[in-house]
């Protein structure tokens, strides 16, 4: 299952998860075909445990009668070619958002499904490259069939205003695979159903249409920070003679505004403690089952988090649906980390972020946890064509979702021009780490020359801040890398910016140490960024004590 709750009772939906088999290009597996997990990543398998190229997971797929067929990929990392019975159906490229092909008119009977699994680096993927962090190769997230009749639900977006009482907006879409006389949507929620007529449509058409649900105060328990309280959302579909489709989703009335430099939910200030997460495990790569999730986001709660930032991706619906559930915030951020100024010239740079954000945004939409999105961390924000570049993705982000503040990541200190663009200002930074300065004095220094510069007055976010930690090398003088100077380190770096006036929140760099691409060796001990307040599978350091002290205390 791709959410942690049915998202149909109406529409048949089968998972594809499971044992699927899996040969390579090339000569890693000798010309055998083995049995591979789906989801998962192929590293799990010895004999490809360092492999990069080109896979073909294949399976078959019974239909018990002709039916139009909707195939949902969770995410494919990187890029996915999909054939149905040997011929070509759809592709995708980015491991970190969803998607779907559509199979009209399938036959009753047996049928074959390849999807080819590339991870290669090239020019043509600007966005997946040798990293900080691991591209690994697999169909990483599940995979789904549902059946559908003459017209299905595409989406449905909710969003939640509150003017002393709470009120919904839900835009559905609707696709139509033959033609439909009559048609109408009713959306339940919260105790209440609302419907509306369709026009009728014919065989390739598509609608939308927003219908509004009003509720008095005491009708709505809102979503709140770590007490949080979810409705369902139930849309149906009816075309000619009865109901044909349906779509549950699980929202939250929440508002989220600014105020100065101060971020609020539901009109009340927070101050944001998280940490920097990767979905990466010693175990799993980046594959993480919802058990794992979980067992994650226990740890930040003892942590003392009220928060997680999607560093540096958009990640797997089961973790946000964790996270909605749990009442953390979360900002979820497009798939960009430092790409370099040559690659972001690259025709495909631009393309391959918009998909990025456009998927993201639609597939994510109705998530409460979700207070901010953020693109295009640490990128060139300090020219004007970098500029240029923040200035169109903002735009795309803000005609898909006005509902939420957007934000980005900066390394340009004393450099970055486009600090007035976001409405959250937000800063990457390594006092004691990489910069040889007290935390005070480089915090000062940088808000000082931000509020030089004329981008004062708005939430300041540190996104990024921590030191490297070796788990188990213990040193008597605390050198570098050993987990007493790490502890030092986040020791002195909390007790300054969790005690700013200035400072609206904090992004612990980072939740869990992550394997890193194996070219970036000579300035990552083991292949790993061993930033991590626990190690690859989860073990403490002793840096744990210190950040829950810290965040316990705020
Ligand atoms: C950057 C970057 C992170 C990570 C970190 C580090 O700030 O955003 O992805 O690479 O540095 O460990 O140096």
Redesign the pocket.
Known sequence: MQRLFDEHVLRPAKSLDGLWDLSVQGEALAGKTVKAMVPGVWERIPALCSFRGVADYNRTVELSEDTSVLLRFGGVSHTARVFWDGAFVGQHYNAFTGFEVLIPSAKKGSHRLHVEVDDRYSDESVLHMPN??MTYGGINRPVEMHLLGNAYITKAHFTSTFDGAWHASVKVSVAALAACAAQSVQVSLAGKVVSAQLTPMHQGETADITLRLDYDLGEITPWQVLSATLYDLLVTLTCDAGPIDDLIDRVGFRTVTLSGEELRINGESVFIKGFNRHEDHGQFGCALDPGAMMDDIQLMLDLGANSVRT??YPNDPRFLDLCDELGILVWEENHA??IPPERMHHENFMPQCLACIDEMVAQHMNHPSIYIWGIL??CESETPFGRGVYAQQFARLRSLDVSRPVTF?S?RHFTDISLDLPDVVSF?I?PRW?VDEPVDSYAGRLLAWMDENGAGGKPVIFS?F?AGGIMGFHDMRRAKWSEERQADILAEQLDVLSNHPRVAGLYI?QFSDVRVSDEWFASRPKTQ?N?GIVDMYRRPKLAYEVVKNAYHKK
């Open positions: 900080d962090y560093s540096h980390r430092a961390n640490e990541a390394c990457n390594y990489y990024e921590g760099w960024n930033k």
